[in-house]
Every structure is written in C-alpha cells, then in structure tokens.
C-alpha cells in the first residue's frame, strides 16, 4: 500500500528521498536491479509531490549536492537540473571526475547525453 505524500512537508520529503537514494547505491552496488527499480518508483512519486508545490518544492534538494553519499547526488543533481543548472553540473562534474563507479559511469554519461543533445533533465 502506497503511502499518501500530500501530508508530508518538504523537509519530510526531501529526507525520505535521502533514505531512498542510499537504499538505491546500496542496491546498485548489491546488483539488485528489481529493488533499485523499485525505489526509483518511491523517488519518482516524492519528487512529484514536490515538483506540484507553490515554486516548485525541488529547490529545497539543493543542499544534497554536498551529500556525502554518491547515489544521493547524483540523484538530487539530476532532480534539480533545470533549477539549478550551474550547481547540478558541477555536481554531476565531481562525481564522474571521482571516479568511483558505478556513479562515476552515471554522471559521465548523464553529462554527455545533455551536451549532445539526446538526453534532458527537468
């Protein structure tokens, strides 16, 4: 049974997504490819929430490009992209230049689907 969102604040949301996106580096390390589908579904069902607030409730993932845990950066910098378009890239810019996979692969490619223009964020 899915949960009714609508209640939750943003800060409610934003720290549930948090909770999901660790979940998700942990599956993606753990091969676990149904349970990190699963949770994408979570995210995709919070960040809706959160995109059909007054202004936009994404800007308060903002401060998840300094998270110290690599899924939920690359996460909050794909959410925000189109708000934040210099703070996201350069979010996405330092992961891949990290090095560390499988984040580094997502943000490298990420980046350059954008720049070729066959891939967008919103």
């Given amino acids: 049974m899915k949960r009714d969102v609508s209640n939750l604040t943003n800060s409610e949301i934003v720290?549930?997504?948090v909770?999901?996106?660790?979940?998700?580096g942990e599956a993606i390390e753990a091969f676990e490819t149904a349970k990190y589908n699963r949770l994408y579904d979570?995210?995709?069902r919070l960040l809706a929430e959160l995109?059909?607030?007054p202004g936009d409730g994404r800007h308060d993932l903002f401060p998840l490009y300094d998270h110290p845990n690599y899924q939920v950066r690359l996460n909050a910098a794909k959410w925000?992209?189109?708000l934040n378009t210099p703070r996201a890239r350069a979010a996405l810019a330092n992961i891949r230049d990290s090095?560390?996979?499988p984040y580094a692969g997502d943000a490298g490619m990420t980046?350059?689907?954008i720049d070729e223009g066959i891939g967008r964020l919103d």
């Fill in 99 to 101: 090095r560390w996979d």
């Fill in 15 to 17: 720290d549930r997504l």
């Fill in 19 to 24: 909770e999901i996106s660790v979940k998700q």
């Fill in 51 to 53: 995109r059909a607030r």
């Fill in 80 to 82: 925000t992209y189109a």
């Fill in 42 to 44: 979570e995210n995709a």
């Fill in 111 to 113: 980046l350059s689907m």
